[in-house]
């Protein structure tokens, strides 16, 4: 609920406290005291359009603060988390208006923006007057109250759960599709480079391998020499081994005499001779393996040559040949079982859509069934509100399938007629003020509580009617207040009696800001709401039958 409106150079108001309570308030002055602005200022505050005309000619700028106790799980709450506000303890929303049109907007003392504003007070104030757009005259909120009405918003859920199942198959299929098509375009070059790749059978590391074998042949022939000289060394005329042997000869032939002195010599020149022999097979082994072989290093050049030009061409290392020519394999894979894929997605989002729309159907028919009902209920609250000759209908027109959505298929609005014969038309379009606060309060009761906002506001509901259907506006008003704060601005002292708690708005003159009048608002006692109440009944000279008859009146209701 509205706990306190603060206001500062406001038009006519300079200063204003106001301390509000729960259930139905009266808020009742003469005509021009100043109501108009009180609703101005409020509005100003829940995010309204900003007006340099709002601020006081004696100030710069104005501005007005409006503080909520809200439950902890009221929606609001969620908004401020979503925005990195504090949600703890009261929810107060200030609006600052400057002179030159320059506006500020705060949520608990921090600074936001006037989308923000507008959409925590759209949750938190609902004002209905006959130059009100929102609440129940916003015709994109009616599907949502029709489904709180007649209890649908599990299905309504279940069929936005349905929706977004059927994005996410047409997404699938959609994706699927594009990637086919594209790889179906690049079937034929696919084809081509699979082929000339597998041809070409590159593995892994080969490039490395045939360099080195390359740049092996290319020195061969040195190589050669430098083995061949090597051979010579060891086997040839006054070589290693000759000249081994030799001295193992005569160490041998000397062996005998000594008496085995040098057979430590002879065991190594032994091994000597032993290993000279192996490292001259390997010699031999090796220049048998390092034959140049001019069409062995055509062979390996030509190869090599190949895989490099074909690296090139694919703008790839030649180690990642054999990935591509897989990669490539893998999406003609893909396009031969394409079809088959696109078929299951298909098939997939076409059921998506047949749960969507059968869900739909049915939500449909318990809407159309809820309108009847919801339909009955008004029309039981217009006769005593002098509404008797007027007609309500709940439209719920299907669209086409191609215009379904996540809501459904029903567009729904609320549309009246005033007279017998005249058509049916929007809300705000064709009732009076006082006939449209009177629909409006007609349209809640039989809503309830459900889809308000824990306060509402209206402005003259009892506009041109008195007696009897000024006592049925008061009764109903009464009603609304058991699970809502009501304010209701009333010339009708029968509704005004309703009340629990009233304010008075008046005009009065500040001799010290050089005779300007102000605009003030008094919580009336007993004593005087029973004044107020008079006044009302009797005009400009209260009377004690006035009085006696505001104190019966006050008394009915107590």
Not at 79 to 102: M, P, T, Y
Not at 227 to 242: M, R
């Amino acid at each position: 609920m509205l706990a306190t409106l603060s206001i500062r150079d406001i038009v006519l108001i300079d200063r204003l406290e106001l301390a509000l309570a729960p259930h139905l308030c009266a808020l009742t002055g003469e005509t021009g005291a100043g109501k108009s602005i009180l609703l101005d200022a409020l509005g100003l505050a829940i995010g309204g359009r900003g007006d340099a005309g709002l601020v006081s000619q004696s100030a710069e700028q104005g501005s007005v603060t409006a503080v909520f106790d809200v439950a902890v799980t009221h929606p609001a709450r969620m908004i401020l988390k979503e925005n990195g506000l504090d949600s703890d303890g009261d929810l107060i929303l200030r609006r600052v208006q400057a002179k030159d049109g320059r506006t500020r907007a705060f949520v608990n003392d921090q600074p936001v923006s006037i989308g923000l504003l507008r959409q925590l007070g759209d949750l938190l104030v609902e004002i209905h007057g006959q130059h009100d757009e929102r609440g129940l005259l916003d015709a994109s909120g009616h599907r949502t109250l029709l489904d709180l009405f007649g209890g649908l918003e599990a299905m309504a859920a279940d069929v936005r759960r349905l929706w977004a199942g059927v994005a996410e198959a047409r997404d699938a299929m959609n994706t699927h599709q594009a990637m086919l098509a594209r790889a179906q375009a690049e079937q034929d070059y696919l084809r081509h480079v699979v082929g000339e790749l597998d041809e070409l059978s590159p593995v892994e590391g080969e490039e490395t391998k045939l360099a080195e074998e390359r740049i092996l042949m290319m020195h061969s022939e040195k190589i050669a020499g430098d083995l061949t000289e090597a051979q010579d060394a060891l086997t040839g005329n006054g070589g290693l081994e000759a000249r081994l042997a030799q001295a193992m000869r005569r160490l041998s032939k000397a062996a005998e005499q000594v008496g085995g002195r040098l057979d430590a010599s002879i065991a190594a020149l032994d091994r000597t001779l032993v290993e000279a022999g192996e490292a001259r097979d390997e010699l031999e082994r090796a220049s048998r393996a390092l034959e140049f072989d001019p069409q062995s290093l055509e062979q390996a050049e030509t190869r090599l040559f190949a895989l490099r030009a074909a690296a090139r061409k694919h703008n790839v290392q030649v180690d990642q040949l054999a990935a591509l020519a897989n990669k490539y394999r893998s999406q003609l894979a893909d396009i031969e079982g394409g079809e088959a894929k696109l078929e299951e997605l298909r098939k997939a989002s076409d059921a998506a859509r047949a749960a969507y729309f059968q869900a739909a159907e049915a939500l449909s028919l318990r809407r159309v069934k809820s309108a009847a009902k919801l339909d009955q209920h008004v029309m039981a609250e217009l006769k005593p509100l002098k509404l008797d000759k007027a007609t309500f209908k709940t439209s719920v027109e299907q669209v086409s399938a191609d215009n379904a959505g996540p809501d459904g298929l029903d567009k729904v609005s609320f549309l009246i007629s005033t007279n017998p014969g005249s058509p049916l038309g929007a809300l705000i379009k064709i009732a009076s003020g006082g006939e449209l606060s009177r629909f409006v309060l007609a349209l809640k009761v039989a809503l309830a509580s459900q889809g308000s906002a824990p306060t509402l506001i209206f402005d003259e509901v009892d506009s041109g009617v008195g007696g009897a259907v000024a006592e049925a506006v008061g009764l109903r008003l009464a009603e609304l207040a058991k699970t809502a704060q009501i304010l209701v601005v009333t010339h009708s002292p029968q509704v005004a009696a309703r009340a629990q708690y009233h304010l008075r708005i008046s005009k009065s003159e500040m001799k010290a800001k050089g005779a300007r009048v102000a605009t003030r608002v008094d919580s009336l006692d007993d004593m005087e709401r029973r004044e107020e109440i008079a006044r009302m009944l009797a005009g400009a000279t209260v009377t004690d039958e006035a009085r006696a008859a505001a104190a019966k009146l006050i008394g009915s209701h107590a």
